[in-house]
């Protein structure tokens, strides 16, 4: 659905060339939700902002749905930005308009006759839960509901992308999880790519697909949730992870320092997780474990555990042999028996 080829973008800034997205290769399939986190300044509005070209690339190519849209002339550029709605992280409603009228705004734009915007424009409202607000204004809404005025006003044009610029990062953590789900329903229901930025990696791991990390205008990492959220390699990466799961590692290192034992940590993901396989490989082995950190969870609609365990007695290796026979994921983080 969207294509970058070593996409670069540098701001003019005083007379100089200041990069903020470079040699920028991306895939995004038709359909799925994908994920871009990245602290400030790292270039993730203007990687977005390239997509309905908000921005000119300074280099490279960008394809959407076929279309080479970074040689679109004007009257081309008008309809291709029909099919990517978008939505802002402070909403950016019209203050003096009621709420259809803000949802019928890009209707109205594009000359669609009256009455049917005004059955659109109910449609859409009854799609993101705002049946009886409709002759409200943004400010006797709440939060959330400016965000689906936002969410319904980007759908009005009926596009193929969704574009969210930290669309919850102005919202309490309650209200952000109910437009997640809204997003999470819209994208299943309507078939609609949703390309959705952020920096809190809770997000990402809630209702992305796959997720890119950016760092300093450059991609560091890539691939699907669940493989850069339980095996991050980058630095960057792991640090959104320890953000998302209140970890210190310089404390956990402290904390197991006092523990007796192997220790490792065990990932686990899908059926597994609800599996009874550490009680049948102590029983088989004669291994004791005590466990110093843990989680259950879900990726998206996927459950995971990770849980971190100190190992002693019994047939080390054969546990080992008998975990990843389970397709439980190893990392050992202590091998030493006892540290001094
Ligand atoms: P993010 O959304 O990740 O916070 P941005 O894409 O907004 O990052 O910005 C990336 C870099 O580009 C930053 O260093 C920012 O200061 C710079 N930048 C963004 N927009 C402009 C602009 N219009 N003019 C000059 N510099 C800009
Ligand atoms: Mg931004």
Known sequence: MIDFHQVHKAYRVSGRDIPALQSCDLHIERGEVFGIIGHSGAGKSTLLRLINRLEEPSGGRIVIDGVD????????LRKFRQQAG?????FNLLSSKTVAANVGMPLKLAGVPAREIEQRVAALLERVGLKDHANKYP?????GQKQRVGIARA???RPKILLCDEATSALDPQTTAAVLQLLAEINRELGLTIVLITHEMDVIRRVCDRV???DAGVIVEQGPVAEVFLHPQHATTKRFVQEAEHVDENDQRDDFAHVQGRILRLTFIGESTY????GQVARETGIDY????GRIDRIKDTPYGQLTLALTGGDIDAALARFEAADVHLEVLRLSLIHI
Do not use: R
């Open 155 to 157: 759908l009005a044009t």
């Open 290 to 293: 005590s466990i110093l950190a």
């Open 139 to 143: 400010a006797q809404l709440s939060g």
């Open 275 to 278: 599996s009874p396989v550490l």
């Open 86 to 90: 978008m939505i802002f992280q402070h």
């Open 69 to 76: 849209v970074t040689a679109l002339g004007a009257d081309g």
């Open 212 to 214: 890119a990390v950016m």
